[in-house]
């Protein structure tokens, strides 16, 4: 057995022999820290201890986290361990200007005690004397209770008074992107569009709901390329943007679900308009979601969950009828189920629902000549499509080299270092970045000949415009549901008598169709939405569809 040998005489009456001193010093904020002195005077009052104690100082570290929590959410305190484990044939003191600073929350006090105490550390606080007796701990332990529960009551008394601004209109945080925050005499701290980011974040937001930007990243990509965004790559900022398609703030309402302050008007101004909003929730619900297929469609009811009533907007199910007529037999039947409705179980033969519908479907067909359209709109897109695959494949060779690179250094860290804890983070850190470079080229050995499928893609695509209805009669169930919401942007409006709604029918080939026939004196180039840009060659307007990849594009060009 080891025996503990006694404490010299010199060690007890000088623990700090051999020790050297580390500042910890804590503002609330980034701004504290840059605007205040804060920092400043914490960190002079620690070096001055350390003097006054005969220990030399040797670093500070500055935190502006919060105090609760996990301690381990600290950069500050992070750091510091890292230095001492990277250090281990030194011993430290650390000191810190009040007991505040050091943790206000009672069990990461605690456990950030142990931590300290695991590594030899020994904390100093200016306005506090350690005691490790039983006496000593209970009083640090009510101590640390007592800081905690001061700081649940300022978060509560912020959080009161900041929901109290929201609910009046305001907006109560830090300004959000393409805002700034000035003094008003009026309101006080209001949120006002900020040059040249606003105006940028206003035409990508109308340019999706109008189809400019037919896909997210289209739309992050124009902001990239407008210095609203400046890192390398534009795919890090799809949910960013998301987001803001869904924030409701940016078309002048104030929104907080989290405190439960509903949706109200606020007195910042949007930068788009309220129609705008919901065409971005519609596209990004058809976008993201999809439509999805009912499960319990079937062949003897093709058109269920497709149809709904012209009176009242619910969907039509549908069923079989038994009717005794010498004989017992089945007939096929849509109707509505909305007891609300004056055609509640008014029933519509699926015979007469479905010959309605074929006709419809053949008069969606294009007239002559409007393919040729389609064909110049496709090799386009195509091009554009192919442009961005390469620019991606580019994008994930460069992410590998910087992995690549990575591995390197921490390679040689691993090699270089001495400490075991510091070798276990390192190897942690290299297994992770071996990860990424696997799942990195599992992407790049995707390699596709993209000229393969072109022009079998392009003759589907010119046969649907052409026909529909023999497309159509081809397919099977569910493609034929997946076809539905390609020919028709909503579902269809069908009325007992007159059948379907056309006042209600807004199908791609009739609006496609009508674009590519359309004179460029009928179109108002002005309007609320982002101006249309003239084609190369100056006779006819460009226009971009909300819906899929069509636009029309002058055949002259």
């Not at 409701?248 to 909003?277: L, N």
């Amino acid at each position: 057995m080891l025996k503990l040998l006694p404490k010299t005489e010199q060690e007890i009456q000088n623990p700090y022999e051999g020790r050297v001193g580390l500042v910890y010093a804590r503002v609330s904020s980034k701004r504290q820290e840059k605007e205040g002195h804060g920092r400043e005077s914490q960190e002079a009052r620690c070096k001055d201890y350390l003097a006054s104690i005969g220990v030399s100082y040797r670093k500070s570290f500055i935190d502006t986290k919060s105090g609760g929590g996990d301690f381990m959410n600290r950069e500050a305190i992070r750091e510091i361990l890292k230095y001492v484990d990277a250090n281990p044939h030194k011993k430290f003191v650390l000191v810190f200007d009040d007991l505040k600073r050091f943790a206000r929350d009672t069990e990461f006090h605690m456990k950030l005690r142990t931590t300290l105490k695991a590594r030899d550390i020994l904390p100093r606080c200016l306005n506090y004397n350690f005691d490790d007796s039983p006496e000593g701990m209970f009083v640090e332990t009510v101590l640390a209770a007592g800081n905690e529960l001061e700081r649940h009551q300022n978060r509560r008394q912020v959080i009161q008074k900041m929901k109290a601004r929201l609910e009046s209109g305001h907006w109560a945080f830090v300004a959000k992107r393409g805002y700034k925050m000035i003094q008003d005499p009026l309101h006080g701290k209001l949120a006002v569009p900020k040059e040249p980011e606003a105006s940028a974040l206003k035409y990508a937001l109308e340019g999706f709901s109008t189809g400019i930007f037919v896909r997210r990243v289209d739309a992050c990509r124009y902001l990239k390329e407008k210095g609203f965004w400046t890192q390398k790559y534009i795919e890090k900022y799809i949910d960013e943007f998301t987001a803001m398609l869904k924030d409701p703030f940016y078309m002048g309402d104030i929104e907080y679900v989290q405190w439960e302050v509903s949706r109200r008007k606020g007195h910042h101004r949007g930068i788009i308009s309220a129609e705008t909003f919901e065409l971005n929730q519609r596209r990004l619900k058809n976008e993201i979601s999809g439509k999805r297929i009912r499960v319990d469609i079937s062949k003897e009811f093709p058109h269920r969950g497709l149809i709904v009533c012209a009176n009242c907007g619910s969907h039509l199910t549908a069923g079989w009828t038994t009717k005794n007529r010498g004989v017992k037999k089945k007939f096929p039947y849509y109707w509505c189920q909305n007891r609300e409705c004056c055609l509640c179980k008014k029933s519509v033969p699926r015979d007469d629902l479905e010959k309605r519908f074929n006709e419809l479907l053949l008069k969606q067909k294009l007239k002559k000549n409007v393919d040729k359209v389609a064909e110049i709109v496709f090799n386009r897109v195509w091009k554009e499509e192919i442009s961005s695959m390469v620019k991606n494949d580019f994008s994930l060779k460069e992410q590998k080299a910087s992995l690549e690179e990575k591995v390197g250094k921490l390679t040689k860290e691993i090699i270089n270092t001495t400490s075991a804890s510091l070798k276990k983070a390192y190897e942690a850190q290299l297994e992770q970045t071996m990860k990424e470079i696997d799942e990195l080229d599992s992407k790049l050995d995707l390699k596709i000949d993209y000229s393969i499928p072109y022009r079998t893609a392009l003759d589907k695509a010119t046969e649907m415009l052409k026909s529909p209805y023999a497309v159509w009669k081809k397919l099977e169930l569910d493609e034929q549901q997946k076809l539905f919401f390609f020919i028709f942007e909503e579902k269809l409006w069908y009325d007992r008598k007159e059948g379907y709604r056309t006042d209600k029918i807004q199908s791609y080939t009739r609006l496609f169709e009508s674009f590519a026939t359309s004179k460029s004196d009928d179109v108002d180039l002005g309007g609320i939405g982002p101006p249309l840009r003239q084609c190369e060659c100056r006779v006819m307007p460009l226009y971009y569809r909300p819906m899929n990849f069509f636009c029309y594009l002058c055949i002259n060009c």
